[in-house]
């Protein structure tokens, strides 16, 4: 069953956070997600952004499978369609990606997790326009991690240490207008958790984006022009041993009209660093579920062990 309203927080960003981090804290309890206004990421480098993915996606197949490295679990270059499962999930979901990463300095401690960034040289600009938008992305999830860091009686820095030089990867997302040779019960994007901290996405707008509530409904998500949906990760729900929760979510098909339109999206998957070890906060563990609270693991093998589970790795 699919309900149409939902009434996750919707707030700006250019407010003090002491004023929203309970807001958001409450979403994030209820439902994992949030809408988030007033950003900071610039639209005209949205646009640009926005523009350069289409340039790529619209290259020919050849073309865009020579980027396309084997071995890297999808952390960089292209992945093609019909590669990514949902954990679970029986047929790949219908899209194809580019990831960009972050570039560390030769020589620095955590270069054995992180990958230098491949870059097409057919579309001009690219490189700069999306290591531009990287950057605002990971501003802009640094805010929303010190209104979540206040929601839990934490100094607002309290994240600060631990996504720094994190493994968070940026995805430009294409999902081609739907076509009679799909397999059965392939959509755009199963029913599935984030494995990172929290989720930043650019390009909701256009319908499709659902989430399952705790009764078990899922329910669309109305996200205004311009606004980003965030939601929770499975390293932020084990990390509050979910108090927050990472919730299923999925894109669903279009119909009429709207399936025969390419539908784009830009999340940012903002992640712990990889030798960073998840926790769960002592505060978020009563003494009747101290026995259930899962046992610490690092952000890189918990990492490891979900990408082998979607078929990434």
């Not at 047929?91 to 990463?101: A, I, N």
């Not at 990172?196 to 205004?224: F, H, S």
């Amino acid at each position: 069953m699919t309900n149409t309203q939902t009434e996750i927080a919707s707030v700006s960003l250019a407010q003090p956070l002491e004023d929203i981090a309970d807001e958001l804290g409450r979403s994030f309890a209820e439902y994992g997600f949030a809408v988030v206004r007033d950003h900071g990421i610039p639209q005209d480098l949205i646009d640009r952004a926005e523009a350069a993915a289409k340039a790529f996606f619209a290259l020919p197949d050849e073309v865009k499978r020579a980027y396309k490295i084997a071995g890297s679990g999808g952390a960089r270059g292209y992945t093609p369609f019909g590669t990514e499962k949902a954990k679970d999930a029986d047929v790949f979901d219908l899209k194809e990606f580019w990831h960009v990463g972050r570039d560390l300095p030769e020589g620095h401690p955590l270069a054995e997790f992180m990958a230098p960034n491949v870059w097409p040289a057919e579309v001009a600009g690219f490189r700069e326009v999306m290591s531009a938008l990287y950057a605002a992305f990971e501003a802009s999830g640094r805010t929303v991690l010190e209104a979540i860091a206040l929601h839990l009686g934490k100094p607002r820095d309290f994240f600060a240490a631990s996504v720094e030089d994190g493994n968070s990867v940026m995805r430009l997302l294409h999902y081609p207008p739907l076509g009679e040779g799909a397999p059965e019960g392939a959509i755009r994007a199963a029913a599935h958790g984030d494995i990172n901290t929290i989720t930043l996405l650019l390009g909701a707008e256009e319908a499709g984006l659902e989430l399952l509530t705790k009764a078990g409904e899922w329910r669309a998500i109305d996200v205004p022009p311009g606004a980003l949906v965030i939601n929770v990760g499975d390293m932020l729900e084990r990390q509050t041993n979910g108090r927050l929760r990472s919730t299923t979510h999925r894109v669903v098909n279009p119909r009429g009209e709207a399936a025969k339109r390419a539908r784009y999206s830009m999340p940012f998957f903002l992640h712990f660093r990889p030798d960073f070890l998840i926790t769960p906060l002592p505060e978020c563990v009563s003494a009747e579920d101290a026995a259930s609270a899962p046992a610490p693991i690092s952000a890189h093998d918990f990492l490891m062990q979900r990408l082998r589970e979607i078929n990434l790795a």
